[in-house]
């Protein structure tokens, strides 16, 4: 398999915030939204794109084992910044939490 060129993504896209009733109005809180080391992930292009401004309910990483780690990330960004869930996306996180190993659960 030929090496992928990875890219910054976001772990939730700023249009999927926006969108979630976030508080990003204050000035300068989408730069620190976007900036935000919790929020950015390591990627290569075409799952990048794939995920687009996609919540957790519609896309999850083509991998299953990082299934845990991308629930995690996600419910730590919208923890922090205040970010809705629906239900549909919180059942998908939830089933994704529950493939977690008991000492991922525990961070």
Known sequence: MAPRLLTAGLVLAG?????ACG??????????YANDPANLVAADGPTNAAKG?????VWMPPR??????YATA???VKT????????????????????????AARR
């Not at 299953?64 to 780690?69: G, I």
């Not at 922090?80 to 190993?101: F, M």
């Open 74 to 76: 996600q419910v730590r």
């Open 23 to 32: 508080p990003l109005t204050a000035p300068g809180s989408r730069l620190n």
């Open 64 to 69: 299953a084992e990082a299934h845990c780690w």
């Open 80 to 103: 922090k910044y205040r970010l809705s869930v629906t239900p549909a996306e919180k059942a998908a996180l939830r089933t994704a939490l529950e493939s977690c190993p008991a000492e």
């Open 53 to 57: 401004a996609k919540n957790a309910s």
């Open 15 to 19: 249009a999927l915030a926006a969108s």
